[in-house]
């Protein structure tokens, strides 16, 4: 299993401007990723963040709007810039090892205004 | 693509009851099958996990199966408790970094 922790939990930004969102595991993990969980709706994945290379996006989803770094095997950001009120969602990482269980953390609630 | 669909959307129940959530997806070839509880403000909690190659899992009250070939997995919760109220979400893991694609959910309410 692995405890993760993202920071900050919720916060309320202008549009315009950017936040950074960050996921720390306790634990070396193989994949991490980061999904989106818009209000009322089930959780999409934005991208999977890969160890010392650029994240891989899905479809919908930029790198200009979302970067995404991965500088260990423990540690990760996502960014959302330029926001607007339609980013207001959750956004969770997750990580796994292969075909065993992906654990999420708690989730960062964001509002934008 | 993969896509899931979850039915119900929506499930109210009395206490003691046993129920049966469902779960559906397009592209059979999916590394595995997790099943996700949600509650209201909170996180993810893994219940079940079942690999491509399992017919089943178990833990506790719950069981859930998978058929590959129909694309079809049921998660069956045996004696329905208030506790147990909350949001399930079946995810099917695919691609080389087996990442997971999410139905949309069924919302479960287990009335004492």
């Known amino acids: 299993s692995a405890v993760i922790s993202q920071k900050p939990s919720r916060d309320i930004c202008q549009r315009g401007t950017s936040l950074t969102i960050q996921c720390q595991v306790d634990?070396?993990?193989?994949?991490m990723f980061w999904y989106r969980q818009q209000p009322g709706q089930s959780l999409t994945l934005i991208a999977t963040?890969?160890?010392?290379?650029?994240?891989?996006?899905e479809s919908g989803f930029v790198i200009d709007k979302f970067p995404i770094s991965r500088p260990n095997l423990t540690f990760s950001t996502l960014t959302v810039s330029n926001m607007s009120p339609e980013d207001s969602s959750i956004y969770l990482c997750?990580?796994?090892?292969?075909?065993?269980?992906?654990?999420f953390g708690p989730g960062t609630r964001l509002l934008v205004l | 693509k993969q896509e899931v669909t979850q039915i119900p959307a929506a499930l109210s129940v009395p206490e003691g009851e046993n129920l049966v959530l469902n779960c559906s997806f397009t592209?059979?070839?999916?590394?595995?099958l997790q099943w996700f509880r949600q509650d209201p403000g909170k996180g993810l909690t893994s219940l079940l996990l079942?690999?491509?190659?399992?017919r089943e899992q178990t833990s506790g009250r719950l069981n859930a199966s998978l058929d590959k070939s129909s694309g079809r997995s049921t998660l069956y919760i045996a004696a329905s408790q208030p506790g147990d109220s909350a949001t399930y979400l079946c995810?099917?893991?695919?691609?080389?970094?087996?990442?997971?694609?999410f139905g949309s959910g069924t919302q479960l309410t287990v009335l004492p």
């Open positions: 079942i690999q491509s190659s399992q």
């Open positions: 997750s990580v796994g090892w292969g075909e065993e269980t992906q654990y």
């Open positions: 634990s070396q993990v193989t994949m």
């Open positions: 592209d059979s070839a999916i590394y595995n």
């Open positions: 995810a099917a893991g695919s691609g080389s970094a087996r990442q997971l694609t």
């Open positions: 963040a890969n160890q010392g290379s650029e994240a891989t996006y």
